[in-house]
């Protein structure tokens, strides 16, 4: 049995606005879809014009960086086939960096209630 629980967050390179509109909607689908398929569960998911918030459960069979690098991997490629606009734009989807963070030192409440705020800023 196990509880792994992480507060993910990235950006697009250089921190542009492109997650917008129908780009965010596409993101939003091939998250979900690819959680679904990595077996984690996705507890909650702010998506700003600059950056991406996802709260999931995690197994101990998948290291964090691991999740990150298929989450940022596929949705890269995907909106970029999707969306020929943001390889003009960008010269890679995502910046190299992200947070990471468990639960361990505050409840899952506390980041649930945190990511929920980031959609109305």
């Given at each position: 049995?196990?509880?792994?629980?992480?507060?993910?967050?990235?950006?697009?390179?250089?921190?542009?606005s492109v997650?917008?509109?129908?780009?965010?909607?596409?993101?939003?689908?091939?998250?979900?879809?690819?959680?679904?398929?990595?077996?984690?569960?996705?507890?909650?998911?702010?998506?700003?014009?600059?950056?991406?918030?996802?709260?999931?459960?995690?197994t101990p069979?998948?290291?964090v960086n691991?999740?990150?690098?298929?989450?940022?991997?596929?949705?890269?490629?995907?909106?970029?086939?999707?969306?020929?606009?943001?390889?003009?734009?960008?010269?890679?989807?995502?910046?190299?960096?992200?947070?990471?963070?468990?639960?361990?030192?505050?409840?899952?409440?506390?980041?649930?209630?945190?990511?929920?705020?980031?959609?109305?800023?």
């Amino acid at each position: 049995m196990h509880s792994l629980q992480y507060h993910l967050m990235w950006c697009p390179k250089f921190r542009r606005s492109v997650l917008e509109g129908e780009v965010a909607n596409s993101l939003d689908e091939l998250l979900h879809a690819k959680a679904e398929a990595l077996g984690v569960e996705i507890l909650s998911l702010a998506i700003r014009p600059d950056h991406v918030h996802l709260f999931v459960t995690g197994t101990p069979t998948i290291a964090v960086n691991q999740l990150v690098r298929h989450f940022k991997g596929f949705t890269a490629h995907e909106l970029r086939a999707r969306y020929p606009h943001l390889k003009s734009r960008l010269p890679s989807m995502w910046s190299r960096s992200y947070y990471a963070g468990t639960t361990g030192q505050v409840s899952d409440g506390v980041v649930r209630r945190y990511i929920e705020a980031q959609k109305g800023v």
